[in-house]
């Protein structure tokens, strides 16, 4: 089992930064990637970024390129997700999670198995 642990949402104006935090423990050597993904009122959970977490190869969202930046401390066991020139519409509880085996993709929340609680992020025109 993995657990997930989620820090660093709140209410920022928009074109501000704010960080994200997961930290993980558990078997968190069998890890081979993380994702962030979120949830707006109404709308369906989407993928934002994710990270192998071996290699580090990241994935992002069209949405979040050249906007946010997903990163990892293997010897903390923590995920990162640095958002910059955030919009009213990043407004959303975003989720940490992490798949049980690799994945043909990293895109599909589906193929997750551990998520964290998720925090809220809001963002004010």
């Known amino acids: 089992q993995v657990q997930l642990v989620e820090s660093g949402g709140g209410l920022v104006q928009a074109g501000g930064t704010l960080g994200l935090s997961c930290a993980a423990s558990g078997r968190t050597f069998s890890i081979p990637a993380m994702g962030w993904f979120r949830q707006a009122p109404g709308k369906e959970r989407e993928f934002v970024a994710a990270i192998g977490w071996s290699a580090g190869t990241t994935y992002y969202a069209e949405s979040a390129k050249g906007r946010f930046t997903i990163s990892r401390d293997k010897a903390k066991n923590t995920l990162y997700l640095q958002m910059s020139s955030l919009k009213p519409e990043d407004t959303a509880v975003y989720y940490c999670?992490?798949?049980?085996?690799?994945?043909?993709?990293?895109?599909?929340?589906?193929?997750?198995?551990?998520w964290g609680q998720g925090t809220q992020v809001t963002v004010s025109s």
């Open positions: 999670a992490a798949p049980r085996f690799f994945r043909a993709t990293y895109r599909d929340g589906n193929l997750y198995d551990y």
